[in-house]
């Protein structure tokens, strides 16, 4: 009866230890969908399982768990290589920390050489657990987590000569029985320090992000610039044509009164055509909505997809003052129509079709995009696009765009419906 205690409480350890590790690695990446959902995890349970039992030295110990939860990574998630092995690798060295600082507190408190594994292994895994959910209360308050940039596998350096040397002076001092206590304090303070020392990475990997996020809006405000440009040029020249036309219709009305009154039909009717196809030579202004962010935006959509054959469709209608920052609504809208004009691009010629909706209604603005795409959509387990194109950095921009939207308390709905890729957004402004 207690043998099969013992391995009750060990069965139901290690699930709590991969409850954990799916929590933390959910706040940072993308799970799979498929059966591959759950062949990663099962080398990892196993092995927590028979690590319960203590009867592991550390060293197997250490490089087993390693592996396991790099697999994990590697298996169960989507997203760049570098993330789904550097969170992994960062949680083992937090969580190993921790066992270490628990070992030594038990040690200095109890006065005593040899500590009880499993209390040991109790203690720190509640411990884990807790600073998990600190961690995924700091990437939420911090609005960062599965953003496909942010670092490198250069994280993973810091880290793992960490575990070595700690684990390294962890067997040298289980060799060493001459003042325990005093080197145990020692032991104590250094997992602490490197404890915090791994905690650093993710205000670093914050500030990455945050560093990315200007570099790409920076991109977005210069666009934007160049776009209130063209359009005050073409508003210039279009201006300018209409005085011209002023000043010379009543020579052109004179000389087409002239041709009828001889009867010169033919002249009359060509020089009319002329008129009319120099009047046509001006670019067309798509949008009128008295929003200059909104304004630039859509005629360059326009002239873009003109240039590209795309067929493009606009219902927009005038809108008043809008309180959304035009710095956001920049790259909000900018980040929408690249990725309808990126995803039109690759679609066979007569199938190139883009159509753009905006409204405002009560304190709310409504956007909705569509295009037509080809390829296949990939979702993650909770139905999130995660990509529509092979590149890397084509989800930059819908993290842009869902971080935009929840700063005005807002909703970004992204799906794809047959062959049509649909944006919509609704945001307070």
Sequence with gaps: MYYFSLMILYMAMSIFSTLVLKLYLDTFLNRVTGIMSMVGWLPFFIWQFLTE???FPENITLSFTFLTIVLVGLIEYIGPLWKRCVFPVVYLAIWMLLEGTVDFSVRYLSGSVETEFLMISVISKILLF???LGIRQFAKKMGIGKEPYGGGMVFMILPIIGMILYHTLYQLL????VNQ?????WMLLAAVAL???NLSFYPVYMQLVNDFHIKRNTHFYIKQMELFRQEKAMEEAAAMEIRELRHDMRQHLIFLGELLENGDLEVAQDTLTELIGETGKRGRLESRTGNKVVDSMIN?????????EIKFHADIAPLPELSIQDADLCVLLGNAFD???EASKLVENGRKEIWIAIRYTKGLLFIQIKNTYAGEVKL?????????KAESGHGFGLFSMKRITEKYHGRLDIKPDDEIFIVEILIHC
């Design 181 to 185: 206590a005093e080197i145990g304090v």
């Design 53 to 55: 039992t203590g009867y």
């Design 339 to 341: 990725n309808a004009l």
């Design 300 to 308: 360059h959509v326009w002239k873009t997809a003109v240039e590209l």
């Design 195 to 197: 404890i915090c020392l």
């Design 380 to 388: 993650s387990a909770d139905k999130k696009i995660l990509s529509c």
């Design 174 to 177: 289980q060799a060493l029985y």
């Design 130 to 132: 807790l600073l998990i």
